[in-house]
Nanobody, 116 residues
Protein backbone atom coordinates (compact mmCIF):
# COMPACT_ATOMS: atom_id res chain seq x y z
CA UNK A 1 0.00 0.00 0.00
CA UNK A 2 1.33 3.40 -0.97
CA UNK A 3 1.60 5.93 1.82
CA UNK A 4 3.34 9.25 2.34
CA UNK A 5 3.34 10.97 5.73
CA UNK A 6 4.87 14.44 5.95
CA UNK A 7 5.66 16.10 9.28
CA UNK A 8 7.74 18.82 10.90
CA UNK A 9 5.99 21.95 9.70
CA UNK A 10 5.01 24.86 11.89
CA UNK A 11 5.14 28.58 12.46
CA UNK A 12 8.60 30.15 12.35
CA UNK A 13 9.94 33.68 12.19
CA UNK A 14 11.79 34.95 9.13
CA UNK A 15 15.38 33.73 9.25
CA UNK A 16 14.42 30.65 11.24
CA UNK A 17 14.80 26.97 10.43
CA UNK A 18 12.64 23.88 10.19
CA UNK A 19 13.30 20.26 9.33
CA UNK A 20 10.62 18.36 7.47
CA UNK A 21 10.35 14.58 7.36
CA UNK A 22 8.54 12.32 4.95
CA UNK A 23 7.98 8.66 5.71
CA UNK A 24 7.27 6.73 2.54
CA UNK A 25 6.02 3.21 2.10
CA UNK A 26 5.30 0.94 -0.77
CA UNK A 27 6.83 1.39 -4.16
CA UNK A 28 7.19 5.17 -3.92
CA UNK A 29 10.49 5.17 -2.06
CA UNK A 30 12.03 2.83 -4.62
CA UNK A 31 11.48 5.44 -7.31
CA UNK A 32 14.55 6.83 -9.06
CA UNK A 33 14.14 10.15 -7.28
CA UNK A 34 12.05 11.66 -4.53
CA UNK A 35 11.21 15.31 -4.20
CA UNK A 36 9.79 17.93 -1.91
CA UNK A 37 7.05 20.06 -3.38
CA UNK A 38 5.18 23.05 -2.02
CA UNK A 39 1.91 24.75 -2.76
CA UNK A 40 1.23 28.28 -1.64
CA UNK A 41 -2.32 29.65 -1.52
CA UNK A 42 -3.59 30.40 -5.00
CA UNK A 43 -0.53 28.92 -6.67
CA UNK A 44 0.32 25.67 -8.39
CA UNK A 45 2.29 23.01 -6.65
CA UNK A 46 6.00 23.31 -7.45
CA UNK A 47 8.99 21.03 -7.01
CA UNK A 48 11.62 22.69 -4.79
CA UNK A 49 14.14 19.91 -4.13
CA UNK A 50 14.89 16.43 -5.43
CA UNK A 51 17.22 13.59 -4.52
CA UNK A 52 17.98 10.45 -6.47
CA UNK A 53 18.30 7.03 -4.88
CA UNK A 54 22.04 7.50 -5.31
CA UNK A 55 22.10 10.78 -3.41
CA UNK A 56 22.38 13.35 -6.17
CA UNK A 57 20.40 16.49 -5.41
CA UNK A 58 18.85 19.37 -7.28
CA UNK A 59 17.11 22.53 -6.10
CA UNK A 60 14.85 25.24 -7.40
CA UNK A 61 16.63 28.57 -7.67
CA UNK A 62 14.32 30.05 -5.05
CA UNK A 63 15.64 27.72 -2.33
CA UNK A 64 19.17 26.99 -3.47
CA UNK A 65 21.68 27.58 -0.71
CA UNK A 66 18.98 27.61 1.98
CA UNK A 67 17.32 24.19 1.74
CA UNK A 68 18.99 20.77 1.91
CA UNK A 69 17.29 17.53 0.91
CA UNK A 70 18.52 14.19 2.23
CA UNK A 71 17.27 10.64 2.60
CA UNK A 72 17.72 7.68 4.88
CA UNK A 73 17.15 4.58 2.79
CA UNK A 74 17.13 2.34 5.85
CA UNK A 75 14.10 4.26 7.18
CA UNK A 76 12.37 5.00 3.86
CA UNK A 77 12.44 8.64 4.89
CA UNK A 78 13.24 11.86 3.06
CA UNK A 79 14.13 15.07 4.88
CA UNK A 80 14.16 18.74 4.01
CA UNK A 81 16.29 21.04 6.14
CA UNK A 82 15.10 24.60 5.62
CA UNK A 83 17.25 27.48 6.82
CA UNK A 84 17.00 31.25 6.43
CA UNK A 85 13.28 30.94 5.89
CA UNK A 86 11.42 33.77 4.19
CA UNK A 87 7.73 34.70 4.21
CA UNK A 88 7.53 33.57 0.59
CA UNK A 89 8.41 30.04 1.73
CA UNK A 90 4.99 29.84 3.38
CA UNK A 91 3.15 26.89 1.83
CA UNK A 92 1.98 23.34 2.37
CA UNK A 93 4.93 21.05 1.75
CA UNK A 94 4.58 17.59 0.23
CA UNK A 95 6.96 14.83 -0.74
CA UNK A 96 6.53 12.43 -3.62
CA UNK A 97 8.18 10.73 -6.55
CA UNK A 98 9.49 13.43 -8.88
CA UNK A 99 7.36 11.90 -11.63
CA UNK A 100 4.18 12.23 -9.58
CA UNK A 101 1.26 13.93 -11.29
CA UNK A 102 -1.50 16.02 -9.78
CA UNK A 103 -4.09 13.32 -10.25
CA UNK A 104 -2.08 10.69 -8.44
CA UNK A 105 -1.61 9.90 -4.77
CA UNK A 106 -0.40 12.65 -2.44
CA UNK A 107 -0.02 12.71 1.31
CA UNK A 108 -1.69 15.27 3.53
CA UNK A 109 1.31 17.61 3.49
CA UNK A 110 2.69 19.73 6.31
CA UNK A 111 2.02 23.45 6.70
CA UNK A 112 4.97 25.82 6.93
CA UNK A 113 4.22 29.40 7.89
CA UNK A 114 6.96 32.01 7.99
CA UNK A 115 5.80 35.14 9.74
CA UNK A 116 6.84 37.57 12.43
Amino acid sequence: QVQLVESGGGLVQPGGSLRLSCAASGSIFSAYAMGWYRQAPGKQRELVAAITKYGSTNYADSVKGRFTISRDNSKNTVYLQMNSLKPEDTAVYYCNDILAHEGGYWGQGTQVTVSS
